[in-house]
């Protein structure tokens, strides 16, 4: 029974560090840099801020509203195949809303809340963006614009939104869904994780090309095929060179003479290249005869 006591008490030791979390508060220390913007020296950041004027069609504030919005890698963990995400992925607002969202950052790196697509005349850039290096807060005040539309929120460090930190917030009814948003709507590029064995490394384009021709070739045929178009290349291109470096001598040859003589000219050429042929050939085939009756033991 003590040992029961001691583990229980060894275990409330260490989980009441975890309980008591602390997250800075970077709300204390930020500096109004003008129009809305806010920035600290320790990594805090809030731009597009604003909770007076209201954007063109409103005639007032509709409603006033809070959220508190948790970022980390541990909101990943039901979303196969992300590393980062929001504890919520889709928000729902009144037109012409008064918002102010807490944003906590879980994770030991730098994480942001960014919503795009505002009117710009009021919010430069055309967003509002919370940003800060965790474990920290911060937070933000901006006014909602008249009308149902669907707005981007996301982390806009390199690869956190691709990653899952992304998100979607409607004004009104929405103008529809967002593509990708974890846990909404279907990845615009589905993530496979079917066990495939050994991947296949893509050969080069020739040879993956005469592939499939060889595996589905019957019993008894042959491929040639391919081999035949690269030696009638080769022979073409070897004509091409040597006519290229005959012409100028060939029409010296020819120079002067009528379609007839010319025609008659080059048969005797051609006759004469003949008879050089074969008598190559010829001497080549005595002197490899005459060469294996020296090799042949005597009688």
């Not at 992304?166 to 590029?189: H, M, N, R």
Request: charged share 20%; net charge neutral; hydrophobic share 40%.
């Amino acid at each position: 029974m003590v040992k029961l006591l001691l583990a229980g008490a060894l275990i409330l030791g260490a989980a009441a560090p975890l309980a008591a979390q602390e997250y800075e508060d970077h709300n204390k220390m930020l500096m109004d840099h003008g129009a809305g913007h806010l920035m600290d020296m320790g990594g805090g950041m809030v731009m597009g801020q604003n909770t007076e004027t209201l954007p063109g069609g409103c005639d007032k504030i509709s409603e006033t509203k809070e959220i508190t919005v948790h970022a980390g890698h541990k909101y990943a963990e039901k979303f196969p195949g992300r590393m980062f995400a929001f504890d919520t992925q889709e928000y729902q607002f009144k037109p012409c809303t008064k918002l102010t969202v807490n944003f906590i950052n879980e994770d030991n790196i730098r994480h942001q809340w960014m919503m795009h697509g505002l009117p710009k005349y009021l919010y430069p850039k055309g967003m509002f963006h919370l940003e800060v290096s965790g474990p920290a807060k911060i937070s933000g005040t901006l006014i909602l614009p008249p009308g149902d539309r669907t707005y981007l929120v996301h982390c806009d460090i390199a690869q956190h939104m691709e990653k899952g930190m992304k998100g979607q917030l409607k004004v009104g009814a929405g103008s529809g869904d967002l593509p990708s948003i974890p846990g909404v709507t279907a990845y615009e590029i589905q993530d496979d994780y079917q066990d495939s064995g050994i991947p296949v490394i893509a050969k080069p384009a020739a040879k993956a090309a005469a592939a499939p021709a060889d595996a589905s070739a019957p019993a008894g045929s042959t491929a040639a095929a391919p081999q035949e178009d690269s030696f009638v290349s080769g022979i073409t291109v070897i004509g091409l060179a040597i006519g290229f470096l005959l012409a100028p001598a060939l029409a010296r040859a020819f120079k002067g003479m009528t379609f007839s003589e010319a025609v008659t000219h080059a048969f005797v050429l051609l006759r004469h290249l003949i008879g050089f042929v074969l008598g190559a050939i010829a001497r080549l085939v005595k002197k490899i005869t005459s060469n294996k009756s020296k090799m042949l033991p005597g009688g």
